[in-house]
Nanobody, 130 residues
Framework: QVRLEESGGGSVQTGEALTLSCQMS????????MGWFRQVPGKEREGVAA???????????FYGASVKGRFTIAEDNAKNTVDLHMSNLTADDTAMYYC????????????????????WGQGIQVTVSS
């Protein structure tokens, strides 16, 4: 049974950093495509970052345009987590953040599309204020 649980959310000031962690059970980033998404009320869920670790040491990462250069997605195989390191946060980053899993990052739908993601965490709130 797949279970995803987000942690690390909270309230920060503009320009600060925050790290979210997705504790995985029943899936691994080596065998699955793991994504981070975010959503604000009234808007569609947005793909933030995705990662596929693979088994041969070549990690593939993907980022949304609005976070590239500020956010970093990384896997911790020892803990079986996928972490989202967020820096230089702005009010536009305020959202509910979700961790999700799908079989492959390299199928028909892009890895930051919500399509094909079958397992989702409950979400965690990130609030950035000035």
């Amino acid at each position: 049974q797949v279970r995803l649980e987000e942690s690390g959310g909270g309230s920060v000031q503009t320009g600060e950093a925050l790290t979210l962690s997705c504790q995985m059970s029943g899936v691994t980033s080596r065998a699955n495509c793991m994504g981070w998404f975010r959503q604000v009320p009234g808007k569609e869920r947005e793909g933030v970052a995705a990662i596929y670790g693979g088994y041969f040491g070549s990690v593939s990462t993907f980022y949304g345009a609005s976070v590239k250069g500020r956010f970093t997605i990384a896997e911790d195989n020892a803990k079986n987590t996928v972490d989202l390191h967020m820096s230089n946060l702005t009010a536009d980053d305020t959202a509910m953040y979700y961790c999700a899993a799908r079989l492959s990052c390299f199928s028909v739908n892009p890895p930051l599309s919500v399509k094909e993601y079958k397992q989702w965490g409950q979400g965690i709130q990130v609030t950035v204020s000035s």
